[in-house]
């Protein structure tokens, strides 16, 4: 096991330049996916060995209810500086589970109040609440999916803008973005080296919204001073976890791009670009990752196996 079951702590850092160039370089469909996928694989990994070390330590402590065998010195011997890391383990990973259960609590939190202020009312796929505060956001449901804006907020847009605003909302839904931020969520509660990522995920998702409103409606430009007015508007929207039009995500940077020409869509980038560089960087460190993590695993499972008297 060695030094590899500490990598998978460490390597999130070769994610950081594509978090960043990724933003500017890469289709936003394509950045989030990609984000996604690294974050969620580094968690798991870094998680699995922080695990491993607190098998380790939990064996060294008296009265623990694991077999006796596994505090052997060739367990022990397994794990550079055993004492130190294995007993620091046991509260770390405590640590993430409770990070980790206290965003699955806001999450679940956030939808059942927005679930909650729609009871009573028709079930239909747009929501006007008349409410002087002006929002929207995506509310999603399974068959159920619902977008819920405010009267005063559709008072301040025009019938195009409008448009542009639920197309916006509708993607959000058809895309289940809602999982990629949950999941990103999540791995930068397991490793805060992934805040970067959630960060960029948390734009990106935005961004993919805003290009499938942009060629739903025919006009990048429309789609652009939508989301400038809701962002003057509302100045933030109540809910949000839940993905929202103007809330979430740097506006100015996001009018900036739908004013640009659109992005060109690309499964990968080409390795001899910044971005694609960087890109196989951050795939190469996911790959390293899950290779130390399953090494360590393996290897923690055959000394243990023969550590443990039949």
């Given amino acids: 096991m060695g030094v590899f ?12 330049p594509v978090a960043r160039l990724a933003e500017l370089r890469l289709h936003p469909r394509t950045a989030t996916r990609l984000l996604t996928a690294v974050a969620t694989v580094m968690a798991l990994c ?22 006796d065998a596994w505090s052997d010195p060739e367990v022990r011997a397994a794990l550079p500086q055993d004492e130190i890391a294995g007993k620091a383990a046991i509260p ?34 747009v929501v006007v609440l008349p409410e002087a505060a002006p929002y929207a956001y995506a509310l999603p449901g399974g068959r ?24 916006h909302e ?32 948390v734009y990106t998702a935005e961004r993919w919204a805003d290009e499938e409103a942009a060629r739903s409606v025919g006009s990048r430009r429309v789609v652009a001073r939508a989301i400038g007015k809701a962002a003057l508007l509302s100045g933030g929207g109540p809910l949000p976890a839940l993905a ?24 990968l980038p080409s390795v001899f670009t910044a971005v694609g560089l960087a890109a196989w960087c951050a795939a190469a460190g996911t790959l390293v990752s899950a290779m130390s993590s399953a090494n360590s695993a393996v290897t923690m499972f055959l000394i243990l196996h023969a550590a443990t008297p039949f």
């Fill in 144 to 167: 159920r999916d619902r977008v819920v804006v405010t009267s005063s907020l559709l008072a301040g847009l025009t019938s195009a803008e409008r448009r542009a605003l639920f197309a």
């Fill in 92 to 125: 770390a990973l405590i640590l993430v589970a409770a990070l980790c259960g206290r965003t699955l609590w806001r999450n679940r939190r956030v939808a059942r109040r927005a679930r909650r202020a729609l009871a009573g009312l028709p079930v239909t796929s």
């Fill in 46 to 67: 870094s998680t699995l060995s922080l695990a491993l070390l607190m098998v380790v330590g939990t064996a060294q402590l008296p009265g623990n209810p694991l077999p």
């Fill in 170 to 201: 509708r993607a959000h839904l058809s895309a289940r973005h809602h999982r990629h931020l949950l999941a990103v969520r999540l791995a930068a509660s397991a490793n805060p080296f992934l805040g970067p990522l959630r960060t960029a995920v």
């Fill in 244 to 267: 929202g039009f103007a809330a979430v995500g740097p506006v100015p940077r996001r009018v900036a791009a739908l004013l640009a020409p659109e992005p060109v869509a690309r499964s």
């Fill in 5 to 16: 079951v500490f990598l998978p702590f460490f390597l999130p850092l070769s994610a950081w």
